[in-house]
């Protein structure tokens, strides 16, 4: 009250920043979308215009007719950049779709993607084929056709190879030989008894 005014200080009493944009974030897609492995290392990339990204989430949803999904489910949260998962198929295989949360420094928390950021599938078990017997055991004729089955109850089969061995004496065998593959069904291959008689 006495007229003094008070000098500006060297630094700040306080800061504040103010960032209402909110994180952005999506999970990865990178390799093949079938997998066979036990884990799938999940990664996604995250941003935000101010505040520093404090956390991401990984959330999933599964099928096992790649038409009806479940519900999302919340799988995990990395608090640290690089953000990444080490995910293991918890609910078997089928078809899984992925997307990511993230929180800011700011305490804002991404809203849920109205729909997946990443489709991944997951197919342990082997194919299974088998060369069709064709009614006469001996031929004198080349090439002979020879047709094959062959099944997978997820993935599909992608191709088919054929092997065979040799005996002169139906005694005597040697060793399996690849004579070709056919990736497109129905599988089949003309065999022309490429170690003769």
Do not use: K, M
């Amino acid at each position: 009250r006495a007229g003094n005014y008070e000098a500006a200080p060297a630094v700040a009493d306080a800061r504040h920043c103010y960032d209402p944009s909110g994180p952005s974030s999506t999970v990865d897609v990178s390799g093949a979308y079938w997998r066979n492995t036990a884990t799938l290392a999940a990664t996604a990339t995250a941003s935000a215009a101010l505040s520093p990204i404090t956390s991401v989430e990984l959330w999933y949803r599964f099928s096992a007719d790649n038409a009806t999904f479940g519900a999302w489910t919340f799988h995990g949260t990395d608090s640290g950049a690089p953000w990444s998962w080490s995910f293991a198929w918890p609910e078997g295989r089928g078809y899984y779709e992925f997307y990511s949360r993230a929180w800011d420094g700011g305490g804002l928390y991404e809203d849920a993607p109205p729909s997946a950021d990443a489709p991944y599938a997951f197919d342990d078990l082997p194919p299974s084929s088998a060369v069709i017997q064709t009614s006469a055991y001996w031929h004198n004729y080349q090439p002979v056709p020879v047709t094959v089955t062959a099944n997978d109850t997820l993935s599909g089969v992608a191709s088919v190879e054929l092997w065979y061995r040799f005996s002169s004496d139906n005694v005597s065998w040697g060793g399996w030989v690849l004579f070709g593959a056919d990736d497109s069904s129905p599988f089949s291959f003309s065999f022309g008894w490429p170690s003769g008689e």
